[in-house]
């Protein structure tokens, strides 16, 4: 048949964002494209039009079936944020999800045969509208991936798609696919039962209507053409045909009362252990599938919509939703204030230092594409390093993320050297040597002596002041700090450090430069631990204190863990090193005063050669001794090293709440100094740097939503007991005053 025109499905004031036209031999194309934004989002105009999308393809005797496809880069990235936001009442959100449902149920009740063709990004919405389609056709593309990841806002699936993923897939793919948001590549997805094909991108459109036109023909609107859809789509999951041993395994946990009662009892544990209750969102996906399980689609569905209307306008998913806004922000943000400085090209970039942080930044930096030349002192420190990056490649290959082609093309982008060579064209150069400024100063000295004079040197230091290593260079308008964290390929932050000298075109670049390593880059002023270093050392620092008073070791661990950090202050000591923890302590001491005084403590540990997970003495137990349980358990003879009885108790708020202000107001003193540019970049350097719970939205948000009148009540009354390591930031005090916020209403 031929083409017809394309037929507008558009409400008469808004722009169109779903057209129909037709293609071939029947088949109507659906082309998603809102012209008022670089992605598909599915608001209520989407909704609309989607559903008059849905009527010209039922009236029209001349179409048999649809294609859907978008005219985007992506398919459809999810529910319009903004929308979600501005809702207040729970009423509302659930009213919206009940809506939705309706207009996606109604794709799959169509006499007419509709397929998804995807690719890029089918997220949240975009990919519960493909679910509810017929069939899924996945392109080839390594872009393109499939997810639910609401449960990343706080929020669940509103859509029914966790239930037709438990349709497909089974629901023990759909427990893992609503607690985690993962994405889901292509291949893997149609291994799971989430897709009918994968091809190539450009046959996408051609297998989609192919695949149309089957079902149009092989199925019909008769009872026996129904009931050939239903054997068809049965022989497409493998353990309604062979007792394998995935077969037995589903039907022992998923097919019986018993087998779904431990699977959700497992679950919920998990859950709530990773948790610990912070996130109701992980309780409702389960709740919602569990009854699906036991009572079906409709009943599932219902406690759906009252689930995602409670959780859109919680705490919770306030807090998550503003954090996602604020990294959305940040890769708009060029760093620097005036429109007019654009980032220079970085074609070239040089490594120093073949450790675990140099070698993360080659990672990183190969990975966005850019050649990296590793330089270290000896052959030893460069196969170091080339190993590690080697390694990280390999478990790409071994997750399916990377071809063994991919891999050893992006290995080909990384060489070393011990000395100098291949620098002299390097635009930027990445400086990751010891903690020491001495070392640092020569090392820029010797870089400036072979660099092009325009090369950006970037100090991967994370205490020292930029400002004293600038100090050697003859160019130190292109000297500035490139803070990355451990492990740096898994780490999302990137602290980028500006002296009063840094030229504003550098700091462009090295901002550049980190969003094309995949990072969420802050800017902040210089200064001694320049902000995440800064409010991490009296964090630390408090929990040594009450560590000195007898407090066991996990009793601290636990306190901060359950108010929402992924690892406790003393395992995190071990982890980052007790040597360097000192060292950083040392220095931020020496310019801060009494009022970062490390603890005796500290020195002890030192004397006695514990350094933490590095060389099996720390907080915890590590290697052999451990048996198997390696960093899980207390090493008792810490507390004979440090001359204590573990016998000291503190309720757990107490814990939580000396250590959590003593970071919190430290945030509140790099603020007022100009440390920061914004309350935001300090929320998430504090959530993606350090940990800072998510949920409670960072350090400023903390306060916002305590109230500063609160926390300053509080910070006072330990600077009352433990002296001046309390003092209240003057900005908290001038808040408090005069009932301010750091963000509005």
């Known amino acids: 048949m031929s083409a017809a025109p394309s037929v507008s499905a558009a409400s008469a004031s808004a722009p169109t964002i779903v057209s129909v036209s037709l293609a071939t031999q029947g088949v109507a194309v659906i082309t998603l494209d809102d012209p008022s934004s670089p992605v598909n989002t599915i608001t209520e105009e989407f909704g609309f039009q989607l559903g008059a999308a849905l009527d010209r393809v039922e009236s029209d005797p001349a179409i048999v079936a649809a294609v859907m496809v978008s005219g985007k880069s992506d398919f459809v990235v999810g529910a319009n944020i903004e929308m979600l936001k501005a809702i207040k009442f729970s009423s509302d959100a659930e009213r919206m999800a009940r809506e939705l449902s309706v207009r996606l149920g109604r794709i799959r009740r169509s006499g007419k045969p509709v397929v998804a063709a995807v690719h890029g990004q089918a997220l949240g919405g975009g990919f519960e509208l493909a679910l509810a389609c017929h069939a899924i056709v996945l392109s080839n593309d390594k872009k393109t991936q499939v997810a639910l990841p609401e449960v990343k806002l706080g929020l669940i699936p509103g859509a029914n798609g966790l239930l037709r993923v438990a349709e497909r897939a089974g629901l023990q793919v759909a427990i893992d696919l609503g607690l985690t948001g993962r994405n889901v590549r292509a291949a893997k997805a149609k291994a799971l039962g989430l897709a009918e094909e994968v091809c190539p991108l450009p046959l996408l459109r051609a297998v989609a209507i192919q695949r149309a036109l089957a079902l149009a023909s092989s199925t019909g609107n008769s009872d026996a053409a129904r009931a050939n859809r239903a054997k068809a789509k049965k022989a497409e999951h493998p353990f309604h045909l062979s007792l394998d041993a995935k077969t037995i395994a589903h039907i022992a946990l998923e097919d019986n009362p018993l087998g779904r009662r431990l699977l959700f009892k497992k679950a919920r544990e998990a859950a709530r252990k990773k948790s610990h209750g912070h996130y109701p969102a992980t309780t409702r996906v389960l709740d919602v599938l569990e009854m699906f399980g036991r009572k079906g689609f409709t009943a599932a569905a219902e406690l759906e919509a009252k689930c995602f209307g409670e959780l859109v306008v919680s705490e919770t998913s306030h807090r998550l939703i503003e954090m996602f806004f604020a990294t959305t922000g940040l890769k708009k943000d060029s760093g620097v204030d005036d429109p007019n400085v654009a980032p220079r090209t970085v074609d070239r970039v040089g490594v120093l230092g073949g450790g675990l942080m140099g070698a993360g930044v080659a990672y990183v930096t190969i990975n966005a594409g850019i050649p990296v030349r590793l330089k270290d002192k000896d052959d030893v420190g460069i196969g170091r390093g080339l190993k590690y990056v080697r390694g990280i490649l390999d478990e790409r290959v071994k997750k399916k993320q990377l071809t063994g082609v991919e891999r050893d093309q992006l290995f080909a982008r990384l060489t070393g050297a011990t000395d100098f060579s291949g620098l002299r064209n390097a635009e930027l150069v990445v400086e990751a040597v010891f903690e020491d400024l001495a070392l640092k100063q020569a090392v820029l000295r010797e870089v400036e002596a072979v660099t092009r004079p325009d090369c950006i040197f970037a100090s991967n230091t994370s205490s020292i002041p930029i400002g004293k290593i600038a100090a050697a260079s003859a160019h130190p308008e292109t000297v500035l700090g490139m803070h990355y964290f451990s492990p740096v390929h898994k780490m999302p932050l990137l602290e980028v450090v500006r002296t009063e000298k840094t030229a504003p075109w550098a700091l462009a670049t090295a901002v550049a430069l980190g969003k094309k390593q995949g990072k969420t880059v802050i800017v902040v002023n210089d200064g001694v631990g320049f902000y995440t270093s800064r409010i991490l050392a009296p964090y630390l620092n408090e929990a040594s204190h009450m560590l000195a008073e007898g407090v066991p070791v996990e009793a ?33 001491h020496a310019a801060f005063g009494d009022r970062l005084t490390p603890p005796s403590a500290t020195s002890r540990l030192l004397a006695d050669n514990r350094k933490g997970r590095k060389n099996g003495r720390g907080f915890y137990v590590y290697g052999a001794a451990a048996g198997g349980r390696s960093g899980k358990e207390v090493d008792s003879s810490i507390y004979k090293a ?60 903390y306060v916002d939503t305590i109230g500063a009148a609160e926390i300053l009540r509080r910070t006072q009354s330990y600077a009352d007991r433990f002296g001046r390591r309390f003092t209240p930031a003057p900005v908290l005090v001038d808040m408090a005053k005069k009932g301010e916020r750091f963000y509005p209403r």
Not at 563 to 581: A, M, Y
């Open 556 to 588: 601290i661990d636990h306190a901060m863990i359950d108010w929402g950090f992924p690892v406790g202050p003393l395992k995190l000591l071990d982890e980052v090193g007790i040597d360097v923890g000192a060292h950083v302590g040392e220095i931020v």
């Open 642 to 701: 440090l001359g204590i009885e573990p016998r000291g108790k503190l309720p757990i708020e107490e814990i939580q709440m000396r250590c959590a202000l003593q970071l919190v107001n430290e945030a509140l003193l790099c603020f007022g100094e100009g440390v920061l540019r914004s309350a935001r970049d300090g929320d998430v350097g504090a959530v993606l740097g350090l940990g800072f719970p998510p949920f409670r939205g960072g350090p400023f948000r």
